[in-house]
């Protein structure tokens, strides 16, 4: 596994970089574009017409009816036979969701946190699955597609939701159709295609905090056979949480992002989309705020400091001095920053060779580079100063052929999947204050994989669905370990690795993954399903190993599920989609202790420490009481239980599955104000979330729980007004001002403290448009 003989010279240079990446501010260049390519189109027909092409010049959808490409082609949302949730850009619009991060608020079941790195690197929950590293060594257990291109990585995850035309929740494991496999589920995001007319629009927002948000698209057709879309959005707030040392501001909003979207098709039955995406954010980040504190090595030499922290992140602002009057406020030592720049080119293209059968390929490539500057401790003691340092590059391509008849429906294909680059924390502790501690890898991650799948209706009621994929993943890299001058990387015989101070594994595994479902349609508007799946989550190797007796792989994580479904058009408008499913769980990746087969003492990492099961179910509901009315609301219960969990050597089997709240409800009433048509388009929406208590650590820990919360956020719009292409909007989000948690990092069993980030406060906020 390991080799004190290190050929790793020639990477030296690439471990060795700054603290936080340079600067190429090119707000000018950004605004222009932003005006002369305005912004995410609404959708002015029926909120559910949701258009789904994935390449081509996009034609106008023949119905109201939702269509989906949660199996690699265009279908029914209520034909389709898994539980999916479906958002259309128009309805991510009047929700006040402009980015991954705040998708939970129209999602049953699904919980969107920053991680310890910042808003920019969004850690995902369903159906009680969720991130534990973001590290390039651990995959995710939800994947992100965009325009059918995988994003592996949480660095710079959040990019702007702008010029969307739908974003898919999938729940449950995947891994048949989609390029990489997952545990837990998968989202896909689809932007809006060119078309083959001239039009565009372009909005912008003030609000609460200085926000200052402009944001455009604009559509040109190049002749019968081509057509260009740019899009782009500028946006500007400032935080909302003040440092009371320094006075900066935390959970700001500074970010640039545009997209190039082509579309051609040279001859007939061969079209081709290329799209082009930049984002480019520097925050000032996410701050994690102490709120707890045990006596430790680490904290009892500051522990009045820590202790004066936590009473004023704790107080309440009626019963104590002046100093203590704004909860959002806090006190840090280190200065913190988030930088993201993130591009990407996804690449599809297809061709009709007629009889029903098409081949399809698409291409991706994505760079990731974050610089993230964050006081672990939240305190205005000096413990931690901490940069973690992203460098990624990702290619991908998946070709398919597609075979579409009366009866038979048929999809096989062959993906390719690579990822190269490195993840560094660089650290200095209290402890030792001079000296520089370099902890990291630099990797390279690569999977194959075959796959096949097929639906057979042996009537217009009854079909069945079956898929398979089979998948090698390899995994290789260099563990960076590195403290002052010296080499921090231990063989197991004592000897210390010699500079670059690399240490050299590698690993490969091999899994199938299928899936099977029964579908029967009571009646036309009735569909009720039964659906097994087995699917898998990599394995891979340690990232921050300092002795080979730690440097222990880990295998693939994997699960086996049933789900049991129903979809049903309610008579008159509306519908009920509901599930429920029960999932094994064997393999379960855990951040913990164990001991090491190598040296037999106790070291920390990733392990397959657990089994456990998850069931649970989720419901939506629209309904149209009225042509003015339109109510919907979900639901999403978990129950996740380990039967068995060791912790070196220890059986914590009833410690609670940290992030997963047991229940999640979403809910939003619009009302469509009786107007003759010449004014415009008026309405007005409502919508409430609630999320319940959570566990803040995969073991048991001091001050281990968050507290549920609830958040009211209210919008009203006039669309077209008086005719014209002008639309106005008002919005309130956190109506009453909750003071709520949505993430902890819980140290205490080591280091002795507790942080939390902190939710944003109430904001409001105006919108004016044009859409020509």
């Given at each position: 596994?390991?080799?004190?003989?290190?050929?790793?010279?020639?990477?030296?240079?690439?471990?060795?970089?700054?603290?936080?990446?340079?600067?190429?501010?090119?707000?000018?260049?950004?605004?222009?574009?932003?005006?002369?390519?305005?912004?995410a189109?609404?959708d002015?027909?029926?909120?559910?017409?949701?258009?789904?092409?994935?390449?081509?010049?996009?034609?106008?959808?023949?119905?109201?009816?939702?269509?989906?490409?949660?199996?690699?082609?265009?279908?029914?949302?209520?034909?389709v036979?898994?539980?999916?949730?479906?958002?259309s850009?128009?309805s991510?619009?009047?929700a006040?969701?402009?980015?991954?991060?705040?998708?939970?608020?129209?999602?049953?079941?699904?919980?969107?946190?920053?991680?310890?790195?910042?808003?920019?690197t969004?850690?995902?929950?369903?159906?009680?699955?969720?991130?534990?590293?973001?590290?390039?060594?651990?995959?995710?257990?939800?994947?992100?597609?965009?325009?059918?291109?995988?994003?592996?990585?949480?660095?710079g995850?959040n990019?702007?939701?702008?010029?969307?035309?739908?974003?898919?929740?999938?729940?449950?494991?995947?891994?048949?159709?989609?390029?990489?496999?997952?545990?837990?589920?998968?989202?896909?995001?689809?932007?809006?295609?060119?078309?083959?007319?001239?039009?565009?629009?372009?909005?912008?927002?003030?609000?609460?905090?200085?926000?200052?948000?402009?944001?455009?698209?604009?559509n040109i057709p190049l002749?019968?056979?081509a057509?260009?879309?740019l899009?782009?959005?500028?946006n500007?707030?400032?935080?909302?949480?003040r440092?009371?040392?320094?006075?900066?501001?935390y959970?700001?909003?500074?970010?640039?992002?545009?997209?190039?979207?082509?579309?051609w098709e040279?001859?007939?039955?061969?079209?081709?989309?290329?799209?082009?995406?930049?984002?480019?954010?520097?925050?000032?980040?996410?701050?994690?705020?102490?709120?707890?504190?045990?006596?430790?090595?680490?904290?009892?030499?500051?522990?009045?400091?820590?202790?004066?922290?936590?009473?004023?992140?704790?107080?309440?602002?009626?019963?104590?001095?002046s100093?203590?009057?704004?909860?959002?406020?806090?006190?840090?030592?280190?200065?913190?920053r988030?930088?993201?720049?993130?591009?990407?080119?996804?690449?599809?293209?297809?061709?009709?060779?007629?009889?029903?059968?098409?081949?399809?390929?698409?291409?991706?490539?994505?760079?990731?580079?974050?610089?993230?500057?964050?006081?672990?401790?939240?305190?205005?003691?000096?413990?931690?100063?901490?940069?973690?340092?992203?460098?990624?590059?990702?290619?991908?391509?998946?070709?398919?052929?597609?075979?579409?008849?009366?009866?038979?429906?048929?999809?096989?294909?062959?993906?390719?999947?690579?990822?190269?680059?490195?993840d560094?924390?660089?650290q200095?502790?209290?402890?030792?204050?001079?000296?520089?501690?370099?902890?990291?890898?630099?990797?390279?991650?690569?999977?194959?994989?075959?796959?096949a799948?097929?639906?057979y209706?042996?009537?217009?009621?009854?079909?069945?669905?079956?898929?398979?994929?089979?998948?090698?993943?390899?995994?290789?890299?260099?563990?960076?370990?590195?403290?002052?001058?010296?080499?921090?990387?231990?063989?197991?015989?004592?000897?210390?690795a010699?500079?670059?101070?690399?240490?050299?594994?590698?690993v490969?595994?091999?899994?199938?993954?299928?899936?099977v479902?029964?579908?029967?349609?009571?009646?036309p508007?009735?569909?009720?399903?039964?659906?097994?799946?087995?699917?898998?989550?990599?394995?891979?190797?340690?990232?921050?190993?300092?002795?080979?007796?730690?440097?222990?792989?880990?295998?693939?994580?994997?699960?086996n599920?049933?789900?049991?479904?129903?979809?049903?058009?309610?008579?008159?408008?509306?519908?009920?989609?509901?599930?429920?499913?029960?999932?094994?769980?064997?393999?379960?990746?855990?951040?913990?202790?164990?001991?090491?087969?190598?040296?037999s003492?106790?070291?920390?990492?990733?392990?397959?420490?657990?089994t456990?099961?998850?069931?649970?179910?989720?419901?939506?509901?629209?309904?149209?009481?009225?042509?003015?009315?339109?109510?919907?609301?979900?639901?999403?219960?978990?129950?996740?239980?380990?039967?068995?969990?060791?912790?070196?050597?220890?059986?914590?089997?009833?410690?609670?599955?940290a992030?997963?709240?047991?229940?999640?409800l979403?809910?939003?009433?619009?009302i469509?104000?009786?107007?003759?048509?010449h004014?415009?388009?008026?309405?007005?929406?409502?919508?409430?979330?609630?999320?319940?208590?959570?566990y803040?650590?995969?073991?048991?820990?001091a001050?281990g729980?968050?507290?549920?919360?609830?958040?009211?956020d209210?919008?009203?719009?006039?669309?077209?007004?008086?005719?014209?292409?002008?639309?106005?909007?008002?919005?309130?989000?956190?109506l009453?001002?909750?003071?709520?948690?949505?993430?902890?990092?819980?140290?205490?069993?080591?280091?002795?403290?507790?942080?939390?980030?902190?939710?944003?406060p109430?904001?409001?906020?105006?919108?004016l448009?044009?859409?020509?």
């Amino acid at each position: 596994m390991g080799s004190k003989t290190n050929n790793g010279n020639h990477r030296e240079k690439e471990i060795i970089m700054p603290v936080a990446l340079r600067s190429r501010r090119r707000l000018l260049a950004c605004t222009a574009m932003a005006v002369a390519a305005a912004i995410a189109p609404h959708d002015l027909r029926a909120q559910d017409a949701v258009q789904t092409q994935p390449s081509g010049i996009a034609e106008e959808p023949a119905s109201d009816a939702i269509v989906v490409t949660a199996r690699r082609r265009e279908e029914k949302l209520q034909d389709v036979p898994m539980s999916v949730s479906v958002q259309s850009g128009e309805s991510l619009v009047r929700a006040n969701v402009d980015g991954l991060a705040s998708l939970g608020k129209v999602t049953p079941g699904l919980t969107v946190t920053p991680s310890s790195r910042g808003g920019n690197t969004p850690n995902f929950v369903l159906r009680g699955q969720r991130t534990i590293d973001i590290s390039i060594v651990l995959d995710p257990v939800i994947v992100t597609y965009y325009n059918d291109m995988p994003y592996m990585r949480a660095q710079g995850l959040n990019a702007a939701l702008f010029d969307i035309q739908n974003v898919q929740v999938l729940r449950g494991p995947q891994g048949t159709l989609f390029g990489r496999n997952s545990t837990g589920g998968a989202v896909l995001v689809t932007t809006r295609p060119a078309v083959d007319r001239f039009e565009g629009n372009v909005a912008l927002t003030l609000g609460s905090y200085d926000q200052r948000k402009l944001e455009g698209a604009i559509n040109i057709p190049l002749g019968s056979r081509a057509a260009i879309r740019l899009a782009g959005v500028v946006n500007r707030r400032d935080g909302y949480v003040r440092n009371r040392l320094n006075g900066e501001r935390y959970y700001d909003v500074h970010y640039d992002a545009q997209r190039l979207t082509f579309n051609w098709e040279p001859v007939d039955r061969l079209e081709n989309t290329l799209y082009v995406n930049r984002y480019d954010a520097r925050e000032h980040g996410a701050f994690a705020q102490i709120f707890g504190v045990l006596p430790t090595p680490t904290t009892l030499p500051v522990s009045d400091i820590l202790q004066t922290n936590v009473e004023a992140n704790l107080a309440h602002p009626l019963t104590v001095a002046s100093d203590y009057v704004e909860p959002l406020r806090i006190r840090s030592d280190l200065p913190v920053r988030e930088i993201t720049r993130t591009y990407d080119i996804n690449n599809t293209t297809t061709l009709d060779l007629g009889g029903g059968i098409s081949l399809k390929n698409i291409f991706g490539f994505r760079h990731v580079k974050t610089s993230s500057v964050f006081d672990l401790d939240g305190s205005s003691a000096y413990i931690f100063r901490h940069v973690g340092l992203t460098d990624i590059d990702q290619y991908s391509d998946e070709f398919q052929v597609i075979g579409t008849g009366t009866k038979f429906d048929w999809i096989v294909g062959l993906f390719y999947f690579q990822e190269k680059g490195s993840d560094i924390s660089n650290q200095v502790q209290a402890t030792s204050p001079t000296i520089f501690r370099q902890s990291g890898i630099i990797a390279k991650n690569t999977s194959y994989s075959a796959f096949a799948s097929a639906t057979y209706r042996f009537s217009e009621a009854l079909s069945l669905s079956a898929g398979a994929r089979f998948t090698r993943d390899e995994r290789e890299n260099d563990g960076v370990q590195r403290v002052g001058d010296e080499c921090g990387f231990r063989y197991a015989d004592g000897t210390v690795a010699t500079p670059p101070c690399l240490f050299h594994q590698k690993v490969s595994f091999e899994e199938p993954s299928w899936s099977v479902s029964l579908n029967y349609k009571v009646q036309p508007d009735l569909l009720v399903y039964a659906a097994h799946r087995h699917g898998y989550r990599s394995g891979g190797l340690q990232s921050r190993a300092t002795t080979e007796a730690a440097a222990v792989p880990f295998r693939p994580e994997k699960v086996n599920d049933i789900e049991l479904g129903v979809k049903y058009d309610l008579p008159g408008g509306g519908r009920v989609n509901a599930d429920i499913y029960h999932a094994w769980y064997s393999n379960v990746q855990r951040q913990i202790a164990f001991y090491s087969p190598v040296s037999s003492t106790l070291v920390s990492g990733i392990l397959n420490a657990a089994t456990s099961k998850i069931s649970g179910g989720e419901i939506e509901v629209l309904l149209k009481p009225a042509t003015w009315l339109d109510l919907s609301g979900s639901a999403a219960y978990v129950h996740a239980r380990y039967t068995k969990f060791l912790n070196g050597g220890v059986d914590i089997s009833d410690t609670p599955y940290a992030f997963v709240p047991k229940w999640t409800l979403n809910g939003e009433a619009t009302i469509h104000v009786p107007v003759a048509d010449h004014i415009g388009d008026i309405s007005a929406a409502a919508s409430v979330r609630y999320q319940s208590k959570v566990y803040n650590s995969d073991t048991p820990q001091a001050f281990g729980w968050l507290p549920g919360f609830t958040l009211v956020d209210l919008r009203a719009d006039w669309r077209g007004i008086m005719g014209t292409g002008f639309e106005a909007g008002v919005f309130v989000t956190n109506l009453f001002d909750e003071r709520y948690y949505p993430f902890a990092n819980n140290f205490t069993g080591s280091t002795g403290f507790v942080t939390r980030s902190i939710g944003a406060p109430r904001m409001a906020g105006v919108k004016l448009g044009y859409e020509f």
